[in-house]
Every structure is written in structure tokens, then in C-alpha cells.
């Protein structure tokens, strides 16, 4: 069906930006730096965003690759959790540890731990070297396979017993194309679909605003995978940039272009969608003046 492209101005998707996830991450982080005593920590960046995390910065929370020398010091946990050996470690240091795993990655590792307890072979649908996933598969003591894409499957030598978790920003469409070829093989697969609402929420507004414009904006860190999804979703329908910050924005991307769409990852905090939404709005006034001059040509600055 041909995509009607009627929606003039520039709109930001229902939901986007902040989840409910990164938001408790955050609340906790800035209450604890507001109240310890200590040095405040995270554990890698709290969330993938790197201009909240250069903002929580100046609130003094610093974000340390690995915990190194350092001891009496409050260390905040990311929301995609971290691999359990590790963390069993953190909590016998004399580190005052603050959990912002979010619950829904907690839930994901709970289950592939019962899985495994259950002498299931475990199956994780994600990416390999994202953070959560990393972390997922050492809760089954590292013996986990790890699948993007239906074709992975192949390459697995299945158990009898198999139990399916998903990183939870996948797209559904992946996760069911995976379980639809996984079910071929082993039909009594036991499958839990770990994609959280959040994740499901942004992807459908992004899909939904993205059929109606003729360029969308996709708002997020560059190393968020919830980003990236949308980015692939949006840009399966209209003409897509995907970019950090409003500084990004290029005017040649508007030329042509009445109606542009918003949409951000997960860790987008609400300012930077707002300066985007500015600019784009500039652009765009921009260029439908430059066109009713010159026949739409930028002048070279953004
Ligand atoms: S995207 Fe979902 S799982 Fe990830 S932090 Fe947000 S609410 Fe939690």
C-alpha cells in the first residue's frame, strides 16, 4: 500500500525517547549521588546515551570503564545489567552497590537461569556483544547460543530440550522469523518472548509516523540497539537519518520534504528531542522559503 505522505510540519512520534527503565536508572542515580557520601559510580555508561551521561557527569556521577583500584566508593549498576560472576564479585568488595538493572532485563536473566537449572540448552535471540546479552549468557554459566538471524540457527547443533529468551529491544518480527524456523525443528521448544512493551511501543509510533512522512529523524546513541532497530524500521518505509543531536541536522535532508517525523531510542532524554523538533522546524521553513526563491537550494549551512 502506497504510503500517503499528508502530514505537513514536523511531528514527533506518540512514544519515544525515555523508558520506564532508563528513567528509574536515572532517578536512582541522581538520588544517590544526591545523598552518598562517597564517590558516586557507574559501571560503564548507565544507559546509551552519551550526552545524559556527560549530563549526569556534572551532577558528579562518572561512568568508569572497570572498577580498577577503586574502593570505598558508591557503583551504580547499568540498566542492561552486567554478567553475574562479575556482580557476585562487586557485592563481596567493600563497594556500596546500587542495582539500576532494569527489571525487565532482570526478568530476562532470571529466566535464562531457571532455563538453564532446568538442563535446558538456551537459546538468547540478540545481539552478540550488546551488553545485555553478554550479560544474559552468563547467567547459564556461559553455555548460551546466541542468535541475530533465522540463519544462525543453522549453524547450532540443537539439544532435545531447547529454551528460547530474547535481548529485550529486538523487533518482534525477528524474534517470531527465529522462533517460526526454531519450531520447525523442535516443536515443544519452551519460548519466552523477553521483548519489553516499551521496546514493542516505539517501535509501532516510529512505524506509524514514519508511513506518513517524507523524512524521519531517528533520535539516539550511536552504541544504543533500540536505536538502531528503529532506524532499520523507519527507513524500511521513508527517507532516514539517524543522528545524536540537533548539531547533526543537514538542510539538503529537507529539501523536497513538507512533513518530517521524530522519533528517539530509549535513552534519548526529552532536551535533545526538543532541540531536535526546533531545528528540524527551521530546516524545513527554510527550505520551502529557498524553494519559493531559488528552487529549493540550501545555502550551504545547516
Ligand atoms: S527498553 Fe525496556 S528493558 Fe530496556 S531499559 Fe527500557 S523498559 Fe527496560
Not at 90 to 119: I, M
Not at 280 to 292: M, R, Y
Request: aromatic share 4%; net charge positive; glycine share 6%.
Amino acid at each position: 500500500m502506497k504510503a500517503h505522505r499528508n502530514h505537513d510540519g514536523v511531528h514527533i512520534a506518540a512514544t519515544a525517547g525515555f523508558c520506564f527503565g532508563v528513567r528509574r536508572a536515572i532517578d536512582l542515580a541522581e538520588k544517590t549521588a544526591r545523598i552518598s557520601k562517597n564517590r558516586v559510580y557507574t559501571l560503564g555508561p548507565l544507559i546509551h546515551n552519551p550526552q545524559e551521561v556527560n549530563r549526569l557527569k556534572g551532577h558528579g556521577i562518572k561512568a568508569l570503564e572497570n572498577v580498577g583500584k577503586i574502593k570505598k566508593a558508591t557503583l551504580i549498576l547499568r540498566t542492561h545489567g552486567i554478567p553475574a560472576a562479575y556482580k557476585e564479585k562487586l557485592e563481596s568488595s567493600e563497594l556500596n552497590l546500587v542495582d539500576a538493572t532494569c527489571p525487565f532485563v532482570k526478568r530476562a536473566q532470571d529466566l535464562v537461569k531457571k532455563l538453564h537449572k532446568g538442563k535446558y540448552q538456551v537459546i538468547i535471540v540478540g545481539e552478540k556483544t550488546h551488553p545485555e546479552v553478554v550479560a544474559l549468557v552468563s547467567y547459564a554459566n556461559s553455555t548460551c547460543c546466541v542468535v541475530e538471524k533465522k540463519s544462525d540457527l543453522d549453524k547450532i547443533k540443537l539439544a532435545k530440550k531447547v529454551g528460547v529468551v530474547c535481548q529485550t529491544t529486538q523487533t518482534p518480527e525477528n524474534f517470531n522469523e527465529i522462533i517460526d524456523a526454531l519450531k520447525a525443528k523442535r516443536p515443544d521448544a519452551v519460548i519466552f518472548n523477553t521483548i519489553c512493551m516499551a521496546t514493542i511501543d516505539r517501535q509501532n509510533s516510529a512505524r506509524a509516523l514514519a508511513a506518513k512522512t517524507g523524512l524521519m529523524l531517528v533520535v539516539g546513541g550511536k552504541n544504543s540497539g533500540n536505536t538502531k532497530r528503529l532506524y532499520e524500521i523507519c527507513s524500511r518505509l521513508t527517507k532516514t537519518m539517524a543522528i545524536e543531536t540537533a548539531s547533526e541536522l543537514k538542510c539538503a535532508w529537507f529539501k523536497g520534504v513538507s512533513s518530517v517525523g521524530i522519533t528517539a531510542g530509549a535513552s534519548t532524554p526529552k532536551w535533545i528531542i526538543e532541540n531536535v523538533k526546533v531545528k528540524a522546524e527551521k530546516l524545513l521553513a527554510k527550505n520551502k522559503a529557498a524553494k519559493a526563491v531559488s528552487g529549493g537550494k540550501c545555502d550551504g549551512r545547516s
